[in-house]
């Protein structure tokens, strides 16, 4: 493989909402950078997170397995007991399983890592885990000291006080594309912090959008709505705060800014006459937050967000473009665990032979093929912040099937139909139910997935 294999620069964002983009349909965040890299490259419709939240995604697609197989099935640090106790999880990024990042180095690749990490302690960073540079990521799920300098990010000294961290990853990202090149390609593992709380903007767009959100009538609408009590025993004194719209000024300044970010990124490949022959994958690790935490985003028409088995939890914006990647929408299903061998395939090579890999290649699509019909899966055993509860859930074609361990319920919804998942068809097509639940329950055997048990303390737990 010569010279000519293109570079590769990840994109990853922290709790980004299908409905975050006005590509995506949202008609307050102002996003013109993402809008015009979706003109020019292949949106997907169709592409989910392999969980909820954050950390189990982050591990699947640098795998290709699914966290139920990994063992990362839990943003790492979360537990919570509610009806059932949260099942057992892997608390790192395993060094033994071969990785995207470790792939492609030994294909020649210049491998670095900026951004959030949260896989691990320190043991588990990302420069033990195949990256050559690691800036800004750590055990953290979010700025441990927020978005403004000083941020408490050991790997990312700091700087002048006060200055905004999106700002400063992208200054980093810049720095390493525009050091003197050896001729060997470069993969940018880019996972900003944004847009995950604290939701701290720069002062000035977060008036543009107090003023925005008065022009279009928004500061006069019942954002929040209340709704059940949490399920779980440290939260059963809140209740759930479900966001209707979406108008909360300060996150879409952190929306707009990371989209200025991105236009500078990609100014930058311009300027060093790289950009051409840069693949730019974008995407995000969990639905947007709408439930609890400040409830900053909305993902309707899709049902609930982060944290919830409904996909406002785990269906996502996602935007490939680059040398040889066809412009125009897709609607075929894609998942995290895909992501290893699809970007293995567009750079000429293979993942590791000796890795398990759950996830199916969709360079064919990115070409403008196709890939045959398959079932993708969720597993998230665990009470999350957010109020949803334990579940495992399957997608085949357009019907998805929804598991909830608590009562052992079913729900089935059609999705080319019901794309807000408000009309639950279980009992109205027991064959459907039944043949999906068998296909859950055999991959959850393939999988080894964990399942949790009930909680005897519970009614104490309630009192």
């Known amino acids: 493989m010569g010279p000519t294999r293109p570079n590769l620069v990840f994109i990853l964002i922290d709790d980004m909402g299908w409905r975050d983009l006005s590509c995506y349909g949202s008609a307050f965040y102002e996003t013109p950078v993402l809008d015009e890299l979706a003109r020019r490259g292949m949106t997907f419709r169709n592409a989910y997170a392999a969980c909820p939240v954050c950390s189990p995604t982050r591990a699947s697609l640098l795998t290709g397995q699914y966290p139920a197989r990994v063992g990362v099935t839990n943003y790492i640090g979360g537990n919570a007991r509610g009806r059932h106790i949260d099942a057992p999880y892997v608390r790192q990024l395993p060094r033994e399983l071969p990785n995207l ?5 030994d294909a020649g690749y210049r491998t670095w890592h900026v951004g959030k990490w949260h896989l691990g302690e ?7 885990q195949g990256f050559d540079v690691n800036i800004g990521g750590g055990r953290w799920g979010h700025p441990p000291k927020g978005y403004f300098s000083p941020f408490g990010i050991d790997s990312l000294p700091d700087r002048e006080p006060g200055e905004y961290l999106t700002d400063r990853l992208t200054d ?6 525009e050091q003197p090149s050896d001729a ?3 993969y940018l593992n880019f996972w900003h912090y944004a847009v995950h709380t604290p939701i701290q903007s720069p002062p000035e767009l977060v008036e543009k959008y107090r003023r925005k959100a008065a022009e279009m009538g928004l500061d006069q609408i019942q954002a929040i709505e209340e709704g059940e009590r949490f399920p779980t025993a440290a939260k059963k004194h809140l209740r ?4 209707r719209i979406q108008s909360d000024p300060a996150y879409a300044a952190m929306v707009e800014n ?7 990124l990609l100014e930058a490949l311009r300027r060093t006459g790289q ?3 840069t693949i730019i994958i974008f995407t995000s690790d969990n639905g947007g937050l709408a439930t609890a935490e400040g409830s900053p985003t909305c993902n309707a028409p899709l049902a609930e967000g982060k944290g919830w088995m409904y996909d406002g939890g785990v269906r996502e914006p996602m935007i490939i473009a680059g040398p040889g990647i066809f412009a125009g929408e897709c609607e075929t299903p894609i998942t995290s665990p895909d992501f290893y061998p699809t970007l293995m395939e567009l750079i000429g090579g293979k993942p590791d032979p000796s890795a398990t890999i759950d996830g199916t290649s ?3 699509v990115l070409r403008g093929s196709s890939l045959p019909p398959r079932p993708i899966f969720w597993h998230y055993p665990h009470y999350g912040n957010q109020g949803g509860t334990p579940g495992s859930s399957v997608r085949d074609g357009d019907l998805k099937l929804i598991e909830f361990f608590e009562d052992g319920r079913r729900e089935l919804y059609d999705l080319r139909h019901d794309i807000g998942e408000k009309h639950d068809l279980s009992q109205l097509r027991p064959n459907d139910v039944k043949r999906l639940h068998a296909l859950l329950v055999q991959w959850r055997q393939d999988v080894a997935a964990r399942i949790p048990q009930p909680n005897p303390d519970w009614r104490q737990d309630l009192a």
């Open 101 to 105: 990042a470790r792939s492609l180095r």
């Open 258 to 264: 990371l989209d200025s970010n991105i236009g500078r």
């Open 172 to 177: 980093e990202a810049i720095r390493l594309i």
């Open 275 to 277: 950009l051409d022959n």
């Open 122 to 128: 320190a043991e588990f960073y990302p420069e033990h």
């Open 362 to 364: 969709f360079a064919p």
């Open 184 to 186: 060997k390609p470069f």
């Open 240 to 243: 759930v705060q479900r966001r």
